[in-house]
């Protein structure tokens, strides 16, 4: 089984920076990509950023040149930097895996932690 432990959010003003960290433990064999994903109150959850073990990015048109996503592989953490943040940046954040090839679904996820911006 897979744990996901997140941490770094919190409350930020709007043009402020966060970053948010996920390690990674258990028993994760063929990692291929990890991911942050984001679920503001009353929407779906979507896409913020992915990265695979290869270091491929993919992030959302949203977050594109403020989000920055980087993995460590030798300690299994993803990082999200996250700056020159928005109101609507607000959400709660998950962390998540893709285990074993591009195909196959993200998860487990984490507990989640919460970015709130505003002023």
């Known amino acids: 089984q897979v744990q996901l432990v997140e941490s770094g959010g919190g409350l930020v003003r709007p043009g402020g920076s966060l970053r948010l960290s996920c390690a990674a433990s258990?028993?994760?064999?063929?990692?291929?990509?990890m991911g942050w994903y984001r679920q503001a109150p009353g929407k779906q959850r979507e896409l913020v950023a992915s990265?695979?073990?290869?270091?491929?990015?993919n992030y959302a048109d949203s977050v594109k040149g403020r989000f920055t996503i980087s993995m460590d592989n030798a300690k299994i953490t993803v990082y999200l930097q996250m700056d020159s943040l928005k109101p609507e940046d607000t959400a709660v954040y998950y962390c998540?895996?893709?285990?074993?090839?591009?195909?196959?679904?993200?998860?487990?996820w984490g507990q989640g932690t919460q970015v709130t911006v505003s002023s």
């Open positions: 998540t895996v893709r285990i074993g090839s591009p195909y196959a679904d993200f998860g487990p």
């Open positions: 258990g028993n994760i064999f063929s990692l291929y990509a």
């Open positions: 990265i695979t073990s290869g270091g491929s990015t």
